[in-house]
T-cell receptor, first 113, second 118 residues
Framework: NAGVMQNPRHLVRRRGQEARLRCSPM?????VYWYRQLPEEGLKFMVY????????ESGMPKERFSAEFPKEGPSILRIQQVVRGDSAAYFC???????????FGSGTRLTVV | AQKITQTQPGMFVQEKEAVTLDCTYD???????LFWYKQPSSGEMIFLIY??????QNATEGRYSLNFQKARKSANLVISASQLGDSAMYFC???????????????FGTGTRLQVFP
């Protein structure tokens, strides 16, 4: 059962480096969502993408964060010049066309040192 | 603005007993969906149960049931016959638009940590 695959599972970056988080949606799913979970908090929506389109990025920080979902390959959440406050768990979820329910991946735990 | 409130940071329950995890929500929309997710210590998010705002009956999934009181804007999760493996964080979430197959962003509460003891 190939669910939503996120890698890496754990990522350590020094302040100022770039972090790239990958999400491969379930087979047949064309919609991807990214959520961030700060320690001891619930998940907060970041961005919603379809293939080659950003549909809703209302939860994305204005600077340093970007996301893409290319025609081929996984969705990428990119964080430039990471700071300690970026340390969190980042979850990806996918759904089939816009009438499908969510499936979450296992998350990527980013630690900035 | 939509908001989910979970007022119980932690709950304890003895094995085989039932437990209720509270969730209240705030929305001005008439159509919305309510979800509960379980997050074990391994970190993944596991879908448990869904309730649409127009559903007349409370949702049930095995040992999980959702006590939906629309007028009070509450959507409490009831776990019957607790098991040690139920120890985890539990998150309530809401989405605009009814239908499990509607796709929109979820608003999450801050969670309740449930500990089941023998």
């Amino acid at each position: 059962n190939a669910g939503v695959m996120q890698n890496p599972r754990h990522l350590v970056r020094r302040r100022g480096q770039e972090a790239r988080l990958r999400c491969s949606p379930m087979k047949g799913h064309s919609h991807v969502y990214w959520y961030r979970q700060l320690p001891e908090e619930g998940l907060k929506f970041m961005v919603y993408l379809q293939k080659e389109n950003i549909i809703d990025e209302s939860g994305m920080p204005k600077e340093r964060f970007s996301a893409e979902f290319p025609k081929e390959g996984p969705s990428i959440l990119r964080i430039q010049q990471v700071v300690r406050g970026d340390s969190a768990a980042y979850f990806c979820a996918s759904s089939p066309k816009d009438r499908g329910g969510y499936t979450f991946g296992s998350g990527t735990r980013l630690t900035v040192v | 603005a939509q908001k989910i409130t979970q007022t119980q940071p932690g709950m304890f329950v003895q094995e085989k007993e039932a437990v209720t995890l509270d969730c209240t929500y705030d929305t001005s929309d008439q159509s919305y969906g309510l979800f509960w997710y379980k997050q074990p210590s391994s970190g993944e998010m596991i879908f448990l149960i869904y309730q649409g705002s127009y559903d007349e009956q409370n949702a049930t999934e095995g040992r999980y049931s959702l006590n939906f009181q629309k007028a009070r804007k509450s959507a409490n999760l009831v776990i019957s016959a607790s098991q040690l493996g139920d120890s985890a964080m539990y998150f309530c979430a809401m989405r605009e638009g009814v239908g499990f197959y509607n796709t929109d962003k979820l608003i999450f509460g801050t969670g309740t940590r449930l500990q089941v003891f023998p």
